[in-house]
């Protein structure tokens, strides 16, 4: 009897350190959907290294117990080239080929729109960490995000130009193939002219990853004399739109939404960005401990500071991962039913879904002064 507890014993110790006697652990894939390259790779990027870091916190403080099997997590990550076709390509690869158990990601509105019905069919959970298109999460139950929606961020940079900045007349360029911009476009418009301000020019073109002249709308712009110019669109659009516009003399003050968010804004932009202002999910700057911590760890990887796309896929990549950690199984109902009852508290803020598996949570605006991103003021929703 001890002698057979004896060996028990030391085929333990043997599997504990992985040699020997079959090592009771498992390995799982998780799929990252995100634009790695085409006119926003500076999203993916970010958002990559977030939930990758995320993932290795996740596996270093010894994954999840399934089925009384120690399990960890191989992230398996995909390029959608910000092109909706392209993501649902990657989802129906990830989910049949790879069975990953849950999908982070798409960054961009459009993307998610494609992706979710994929997820939501095959029943795997998915969590984009920036779509802000309010129909995004709608498709289905298996369908979360890790970020506010754009009524509130429409409305919050609205209130921003006619209350704080004291400007009465706006004029928006947006993208209308693309659900995010054509959205946010609308919230603006509603909400500056419920405080009472006038959107003297709207105006759009098609595909801002292939518009490089926006000489023409500006032109009708200019003659309708606007205070403020509301740009929703992603950064390397926003950028060449600036510099064309003060190429022609529009000089007014300019702003958008959190697909400003990038360096590569300032980098495209130069001096016709300075002094803009946008909504956005976190700022660096914010001195709560659990910000500073995680921008000096990240910081440390990956050699330049988190921006939001960073910090809301390591959010997002660690809702899913404590879901899945509470629900002990890989089943995606189970994982869903974990999600929906979160109270993960990540960088961006605490995490508590509304019914349509919306996180409830506050905006910064951020000003570019002297080229660099700074942080402004909080709204609450
Ligand atoms: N909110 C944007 C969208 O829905 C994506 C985005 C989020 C871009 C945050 C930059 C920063 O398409």
Known sequence: MRRLFAIILVCALIAGVGVGCKAKTGVVNLGGIFCMTG??????????????????????????????????????????????????????????????IGI??????????????????AGVPEISPTSTNATVTLVGDYIFRACFIDPFQGTVMANYVYNTLKLKTAAVLYDNGNDYNKGL????????????GKVVAYEAFTDEDKTVDYKAQLTKIKATNPEFLYLPNYYGSAALILKQ???M????????????????????????????????????????PKVQDFVAKYTTKYG????????????????????????????????????????FVGISGAYKFDENRDPIKSAVIIKIVNGQQTYVATVNP
């Open 39 to 100: 006119g926003s790779a500076t999203f993916g990027t970010s958002s990559k290294n977030g939930a990758t870091m995320a993932v290795e916190e996740f596996n270093t403080a010894g994954g999840a117990m399934v089925g009384g099997v120690k399990t960890t997590i191989n992230y398996i990550n995909e390029d959608d080239a910000g092109s909706p076709e392209v993501g649902a390509s990657a989802a129906q690869k990830l989910i049949n080929q790879d069975k990953v």
């Open 104 to 121: 982070i990601g798409a960054v961009m509105s459009k993307v998610s729109l494609a992706v979710a019905p994929i997820a939501q069919a």
């Open 304 to 343: 330049e500071a988190p921006d939001a796309l960073a910090a809301l896929a390591y959010d997002a990549a660690g809702l899913f991962l404590d879901a899945f950690k509470t629900a002990g199984s890989i089943k995606g109902s189970d994982i869903r039913d974990a999600m929906k009852k979160t109270t």
């Open 185 to 196: 476009a609308e919230f603006f418009k509603a909400g500056f002219e419920k405080n009472g």
């Open 245 to 247: 516009a003060r190429e």
């Open 249 to 288: 003399g529009l000089n007014v003050p300019a702003g958008g939404g959190d697909g400003w968010d990038s360096p590569d804004l300032v980098k495209i932009g130069g001096a016709a960005v300075e002094g803009g202002v946008f909504s956005n999910h976190f700022s660096k700057d914010d001195k709560s």
